[in-house]
């Protein structure tokens, strides 16, 4: 099913790229988090401001070597902002790089501005010794997936699994 | 997963065409190259021609041009064009039991993982695919 971030350019036409101001990728502050929470927001439909101070307190603040949360900047506005860590020893596996959450500004999209910051973070995860990056998106994320592959992703080797919890028993409602 | 030798055709077709943008590719050395008869490449061709996906032209030599946006094109949207890969339907008089259903289930799961991989790989995507394995094989 084709969400509301669906690629719009239809396959057969080119597509134009505009010519865009300089970015650069730096750790968030803590006066960019209001831009962050507007274009997670903006992305994901659902406003989750308590989350964002959560997230800015485990991964924005300074010292950090395992933990990264960047912005890209351009002209004093966010136009957007990746955030991902060292995982180690996941499920016997060696530790790696975990991206979980990316988003571009609608409005600075297909500009390039997602492969600087995944660029960004991927050498701060080189620096941190990895040499692996993994990343998890719904299946029908089909414009995150995209953009992922484009970077040269491939299906790990991992199948997410769920379940609903069993219902308690005696619960009635 | 295996998909028919029309729709491999479509593909092969397509990524060697991108490959060379702008350029006329000949339908005779695909065809050669991939073990098919002209015949076969044509009728695919003329389905990718009527996609607006390629250009032919014809006479001696019978050449054609990727015309599409390599970009935005994704191998989905070339494969659905010759066949439903989410068709495969368990055996009518077995459908509708508990075991059918159960198997009907785990086979959409497995289809519903192989329509998001087609999808979400583009045509220039799997061009850089190619390159970085020759790359890798270079450098080795
Ligand atoms: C995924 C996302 C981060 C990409 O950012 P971006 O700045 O547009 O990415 P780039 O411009 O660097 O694009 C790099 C490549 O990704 C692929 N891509 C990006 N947008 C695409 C689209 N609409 N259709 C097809 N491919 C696309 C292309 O291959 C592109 O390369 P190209 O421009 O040479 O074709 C952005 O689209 C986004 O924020 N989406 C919503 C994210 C989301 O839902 N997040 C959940 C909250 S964490």
Redesign the pocket.
Known sequence: MPGP?S???PAGSASHRQPRPTIRVRPIEAGDLAQVIAI?AE??GIDKVDYWYELFHRYGTRGRQQRFFLVAEAEDSVL?FIIGEVRDWEFGSPPCGWVF????RRA????????ELLAAILENFRRAGVEKVRTLTTRD?N??L??FR?QGMMAAPFIPLEMDLPAVKGDIS | MRLQTSTMLALYSIIEAASHPGKQVSAAEIAERYGVSAHHLAKVLRELGRAGLVDSSRGAGGGYRFSGNA??LTLMDVIERFEDIGARSPDPGTAQTDLGLAIARVLSEIDEIAKATFRSI?I??LLKLVERARRSETSE
């Open positions: 971030d690629p719009a350019t997670d992305a994901s957007g959450g990316i988003a571009v600075a999209r297909v500009g390039g501005v997602g492969s994320n414009l995150v995209s953009f484009s | 970009r935005r583009t220039e995507t």
